[in-house]
């Protein structure tokens, strides 16, 4: 089991910046890959920022250029870092991790943070 706790949540004007923590249970170098997904209602969840642990990242074509991932392995610790911050990019934002399982993986999220940006 992977426990992901999330923080860094909030409420922001447009242009502003925000960074989220994703603290895991486990330590981030056993896991294959770890992201962020923004969840709006009413929308699906959908996978924004990923880095695997070898380094490789990822991200959405909508937030790249505004939006940074990163890690502390020490603090077990995912990082966004969110700039240039839109009123849609308002969501709740999950935590992702996937573990290896067998000859398979398991995905993990976190309970969520809210993060509200006013136009």
């Known amino acids: 089991q992977v426990q992901l706790v999330e923080s860094g949540g909030g409420f922001v004007q447009a242009g502003g910046t925000l960074r989220l923590s994703c603290t895991a249970s486990?330590?981030?170098?056993?896991?294959?890959?770890m992201g962020w997904s923004p969840q709006a209602p009413g929308k699906e969840r959908e996978l924004v920022a990923t880095?695997?642990?070898?380094?490789?990242?990822n991200y959405a074509v909508y937030v790249e250029g505004r939006f940074t991932i990163s890690r502390d392995n020490d603090k077990n610790t995912v990082y966004l870092q969110m700039n240039s911050l839109k009123p849609e990019d308002t969501s709740v934002y999950y935590c992702?991790?996937?573990?290896?399982?067998?000859?398979?993986?398991?995905?993990?999220w976190g309970q969520g943070t809210q993060v509200t940006v006013s136009s």
């Open positions: 992702n991790a996937e573990a290896p399982l067998g000859y398979g993986t398991c995905d993990y």
């Open positions: 880095m695997t642990t070898g380094g490789m990242i």
């Open positions: 486990v330590r981030i170098f056993d896991l294959n890959a």
